[in-house]
């Protein structure tokens, strides 16, 4: 394809179409050499491997070159177009591009994503499913599932000595997994009281299940609500004061006017002293221009200076006690505590 003038700016796709190309060409290969369906030669895989890290790069490159000129649509046409032969093998990438729940991030995918267990079409299916699930963004789900285990265990900590109850509430809990971890880590796991909302009563299906299989129904709350009429006054929930409060994936579907609504709900439910935590994607996401075009799964990006700013604007009135990204670098999160004397 020839070189699109854009906004005064040359923008080149011989790196994305080089990029999709060798993926075919080592897939070619391993066709030619019989190597179906034997193991896959390490050095055809390896330029699977490469050639796919390259298009997700080339595909971010160009996103940011094109962010708000007339040639976008174009750039994210020729991204999908060099990516659906891909797609369409991953069993994973095929659900996150066609969303059967009818929306991104339903909490289905979710799980899938933190399974990990990859699956896909035709002899190199599977392969190319692990490839998707190891680029940066799924990681990243995997890790900041840890992380908030890692969180809800220093919140257990800080009140061990009261020898009482913790009270943590998860918004848009989709499947909670970073719950049950807690329960098989925590030293006093009888004592934390759960609330897990969601919208998705499938979510808290799913949920359930998994709480009457670990024998926890006296530990997790499920409630059915949407957090836009929760947050906004619509309707209103029967809380315990929380010593916790936490969004692993939600707020970066919704703009700074919302956000702020929220964030103020929740400090209204937190006991003087606990705390607010709300992961967002960062916008160095390298997998974004992937996600936007390929995947059609847009997200608001806020930097750490984006959730300082809603923080402020909120009743906390203040930055960010503390901002941490998980290893990836891909999700922030970002937290503050509510003060043990408050003006409301």
């Known amino acids: ?9 040359i923008l080149d796709f011989s790196l994305i179409e080089t990029s999709a190309y060798a993926v075919k060409r080592a897939m070619a290969q391993i066709v030619l050499q019989g190597n179906t369906p034997k193991p896959i030669d390490e050095t055809l895989s390896k330029q699977i491997e490469s050639g796919l890290k390259h298009l997700m790069l080339a595909s971010n490159d160009l996103l940011i070159a094109t962010q708000g000129s007339d040639q976008a649509k174009l750039v994210g046409e020729k991204i999908l177009t060099e990516y659906l032969p891909f797609l369409s093998l991953s069993e994973n990438a095929t659900r996150w591009l066609l969303k059967p729940a009818g929306y991104a991030g339903d909490f289905e995918t979710i799980n ?27 990681k990243a789900v995997r890790n900041r599932r840890n992380l908030m285990v890692e969180e809800i265990l220093a919140t257990e900590a800080s009140v061990y000595s009261e020898n009482r109850a913790i009270n943590v509430m998860s918004l ?64 209103s929930l029967s809380l315990e004061p929380q010593d916790l409060i936490y969004s692993i994936g939600l707020i970066d579907y919704f703009d700074d006017n919302f956000v702020v609504k929220l964030i103020n709900y929740a400090y209204c439910h937190l006991k003087p002293g606990g705390r607010l935590i709300l992961g967002n ?24 200076e984006d959730m300082n700013r809603l923080f402020k604007e909120s009743l906390f009135n203040k930055s960010c006690d503390r901002i941490r990204l998980e290893p990836e670098g891909v999700n922030l999160f970002a937290s503050a505590v509510r003060p043990n004397s408050s003006k409301l």
């Open 172 to 235: 848009a809990c989709g499947p909670s997994r970073e719950v049950f971890d807690y329960f098989t880590r925590s030293k006093a796991p009888n004592k934390a009281k759960f609330t897990c909302i969601d919208i998705d009563y499938h979510a808290l299906a799913f949920v359930a299940d998994l709480r009457k299989q670990r024998g926890l129904v006296q530990n997790i709350r499920l409630e059915c609500a949407n957090l836009i009429h929760l947050a906004t006054g619509k309707r």
């Open 112 to 138: 899938l994503i933190y399974e990990n267990q990859p699956k896909g079409k035709g002899f190199l299916g599977d392969f190319i499913d692990a490839c998707f699930l190891n680029y940066p963004a799924p």
């Open 1 to 9: 394809m020839q070189p699109v003038n854009c906004s005064n700016k």
């Open 281 to 304: 994607f960062h916008p160095s996401n390298p997998c974004r221009g992937f996600q936007d075009w390929a995947l059609q799964w847009k997200l608001i990006y806020r930097s750490e």
